[in-house]
């Protein structure tokens, strides 16, 4: 494949803003939206679990590949897998003391629309806060988790019985693989908001929010509010 083919098949994948940015760059006149060819439906938002299957293992991490496909000895998953797990250990340093609660919470959002869960969100229902107890039990959108975020779980547990309800809690869910795209994102995110206390876990959550162009739900909004193209919601 040419050099410009390379080009044209990642333009093609790039949001509709992005590719007129693009297009105005190199002289090429764009049709007008209500022209353009329509695309497929977008089976992301029409039927969440066909769409996780038909992307497993591209824009979604096939978790159990990643297993090495162990078979799974854990009887339940979701959140119940990992609710409490880590409730009588320390981890106090995840979470700022003073983080506000934006106008902008994920009961703004429109009832099942994807998002990207942050890492606090997660680590808030394995130690078993309050906080997180309603979204969990009934979460009103639909719940995606970033690779990053999915390691950080894998990072903090303690034995192979905890792995493998982590592996168990991410089974419902999709875990959005970090693509090029991303990975670009992050490290444009640590020039641009490391001063705000933006960690590189985060910039890879965000970054994967902002490729997917989804809203991000956290507990912790502080070090994002100042992110272009990144729409924040917190827990209420």
Known sequence: ??????????????????????????????????????????????????????QKGHAVLDVDKAAANAPLPVDVTGPDAIRGIWADIDLAQNFAEDEPVLEDTVSNLPPGSPVVVHTSVVLGLALGLEATRTFWENPPVEVRLATA?????????????QRDRVRAFVQPFAVLSLGPMASTKAAQ????????????????VAATAIAHEIPLVTREPRAFTQIHGLYVATLP
Request: hydrophobic share 45%.
């Open 189 to 204: 995110l640590m020039f641009e908001a490391g001063h705000n206390g933006l960690t590189a876990l985060d910039a890879l």
């Open 149 to 161: 975020t999915y390691l950080k779980l894998l990072e903090i547990c303690e034995n192979e019985n």
């Open 1 to 54: 494949m040419s050099l410009f083919e390379d080009t044209m098949s990642l333009a093609v994948q790039l949001p509709q803003t992005e590719r007129e940015r693009l297009a105005k760059a190199l002289g090429v006149a764009l049709a007008p939206r209500n022209l353009l060819q329509m695309a497929a439906p977008d089976q992301s938002k029409t039927d969440p679990t066909a769409w996780r299957a038909q």
